[in-house]
């Protein structure tokens, strides 16, 4: 098998997204920079919520698609939501400080990355979700050496 080609995976319904955003969130490493792709409404927000769900947090996951981001601090893990839909200009990023974000004890989740191109790092993995009426398919596409480990433990 391909180290380097994409996993996928049908996701039936919500339940079966944030179960499996769950799987994927322990097999992060800190450090790691994901990039979540897909239409609206396409359960981008969902995936981090069941990300979360998973290192423990319980209050409210809501897209930061007005703030630009959420931060939450989970067992010694700062964790980052990104949503870059509304941004203007990739220089934004530098203004707001993304590199201060992208550090070696965080993770970061970001939406609508092709908003940052130009500023933003290469992803170690990228999640595609595509909707299929009430379903979901989704695509884990390793991006370094880090994501291909993250798809590994993942099959």
């Given at each position: 098998?391909?180290?380097?080609?994409?996993?996928?995976?049908?996701?039936?319904?919500?339940?079966?997204?944030?179960?499996?955003?769950?799987?994927?969130?322990?097999?992060?490493?800190?450090?790691?920079?994901?990039?979540?792709?897909?239409?609206?409404?396409?359960?981008?927000?969902?995936?981090?919520?069941?990300?979360?769900?998973?290192?423990?947090?319980?209050?409210?996951?809501?897209?930061?698609?007005?703030?630009?981001?959420?931060?939450?601090?989970?067992?010694?893990?700062?964790?980052?939501?990104?949503d870059l839909y509304r941004l203007?200009?990739?220089?934004?990023?530098?203004?707001?400080?993304?590199?201060?974000?992208?550090?070696?004890?965080?993770?970061?989740?970001?939406?609508?990355?092709?908003?940052?191109?130009?500023?933003?790092?290469?992803?170690?993995?990228?999640?595609?979700?595509?909707?299929?009426?009430?379903?979901?398919?989704?695509?884990?596409?390793?991006?370094?050496?880090?994501?291909?480990?993250?798809?590994?433990?993942?099959?």
């Amino acid at each position: 098998m391909n180290p380097s080609a994409p996993l996928l995976v049908y996701l039936p319904d919500e339940a079966a997204t944030l179960s499996f955003a769950g799987r994927f969130y322990r097999a992060l490493p800190f450090g790691c920079l994901v990039f979540l792709r897909g239409n609206l409404g396409a359960g981008k927000t969902a995936f981090v919520r069941g990300c979360l769900r998973e290192a423990g947090y319980n209050g409210a996951v809501k897209s930061p698609t007005f703030t630009l981001v959420e931060e939450y601090f989970l067992g010694g893990c700062a964790v980052y939501h990104f949503d870059l839909y509304r941004l203007a200009d990739p220089e934004e990023l530098e203004w707001m400080g993304m590199r201060d974000y992208l550090r070696p004890d965080a993770i970061c989740f970001i939406e609508w990355p092709e908003r940052g191109e130009g500023v933003l790092p290469d992803a170690d993995v990228e999640i595609d979700l595509a909707i299929e009426g009430a379903s979901r398919n989704l695509s884990v596409m390793p991006i370094s050496s880090i994501g291909r480990k993250i798809k590994e433990n993942l099959m």
